[in-house]
């Protein structure tokens, strides 16, 4: 029984670990989607060969953070399985067997529900959270809440091809903000990094734009080709933004009328 209990200890630490690994990749600066993906990659030592984990190895504080959830995983892997060997090599009946395995699969299924509770992630996030600002000195910020990465809007990357709208024209000539769409940065074809970029900057098939703002206006860019139909979404997307910003001027009004 104490196998058993110590393998179950293991899991749910398992858990916990990757849930502050998550936290802290959040805090900084990742998507909680990516951020939780990357976790659960390096304490698992499995998927972690994604483009996006580049973001990650040249990151100095991402790096530490990989590297002890990486440490941690082999630590927690190795234990879970000697407890789980243990848990079964036991003496016992066949009717003892039956109660070691169903002990474990009840505690699985538990640990799994404790895990994918929105109540609880949230409620451990919080905690970790302050943890991590008050006893490390990751001095970054959580930029998805910051920008209030809910709801409809997301952050995203849009990569440009050779027939798209976009490919070929300035940031001024797309006029995104108009569309609702703020370009935050632009990873160039070569590798190089263009942040905040200005409205002279000239888009190129192979280039990735880094964007905020409404889902459905980002797939309705990422569908868009190059012509009269293209241009013709294009105001499309415009009319559509202005109404959005009408009824946003004039719900304030209401409001405070009642």
Known sequence: MIALTTFLIVILLSIIVTRVGTVALTQTGMTRESARFQARSAFS??????KEAETVVNHPARR??????????????VAAISSFVLTFVEKGSSSGFSIRLG??????????????????????????????RR???LDVTDYASLLHVSGAYRLAKLKIAGDDWLDGMTLA???LRHEGIVVLGIEKSDGSYVGNP???????SEDTLIIYGDIANIRGL???????????????????QEQVLAK???????????
Do not use: C
């Open 45 to 50: 030592g499995t998927g972690f060969t994604t």
């Open 64 to 77: 530490k953070i990989v590297m002890a959830l990486m440490l941690l995983g082999n630590a927690g892997l």
């Open 103 to 132: 002990i474990i699969l009840g505690g699985l299924v538990l640990l799994w529900l404790f895990s994918i509770n929105k109540w609880v992630d949230r409620g451990l996030s919080r905690i970790i959270d302050r943890l991590l």
């Open 135 to 137: 006893y490390t000195e």
């Open 173 to 175: 000539d797309a006029r």
């Open 198 to 204: 200005r409205g002279a900057a000239k888009l190129h």
């Open 222 to 240: 990422d569908r868009r080709r190059k012509g009269h139909t293209g241009d013709r979404e294009h105001e499309r997307a415009v009319q559509g």
């Open 248 to 258: 946003e001027a004039v719900n304030p009004s209401d409001s405070a009328a009642d």
